[in-house]
């Protein structure tokens, strides 16, 4: 079983940034974020697996950056000019020996 605790939400104005950070209870190869507004379907953010190649929605690409603490079994999402579309709740998500896990969500609010 793999525990995912995020953190690092908050409310940013437009324009602004804010960093996610992920840490896992164990070590796995491959992690990411999805996000789900209001009224909404949960869809993927970015995910980076374990030789740190990273991929990105469309939605996000040059604003957004996954990267990854081995060490610390950490992933983070740095989010750069965050726009009020971008508001969501964001979930870490990991696949371990083909099993999805999912933290339990953090708020982010761009005010326009």
């Known amino acids: 079983q793999v525990q995912l605790v995020e953190s690092g939400g908050g409310l940013v104005q437009a324009g602004g940034s804010l960093r996610l950070s992920c840490a896992a209870s164990g070590s796995i190869n491959t992690m990411g974020w999805y996000r789900q507004a209001p009224g909404k379907q949960r869809e993927f953010v970015g995910i980076?697996?374990?030789?740190?190649?990273?991929n990105y929605a469309d939605s996000v690409k040059g604003r957004f950056t996954i990267s990854r603490e081995y060490v610390k079994n950490s992933v983070y999402l740095q989010m750069n000019s965050l726009q009020p579309e971008d508001t969501a709740v964001y979930y870490c998500y990991a696949v371990l020996r083909g099993s999805e896990y999912w933290g339990q969500g953090t708020q982010v609010t761009v005010s326009s």
């Open positions: 980076i697996t374990g030789s740190s190649a990273a």
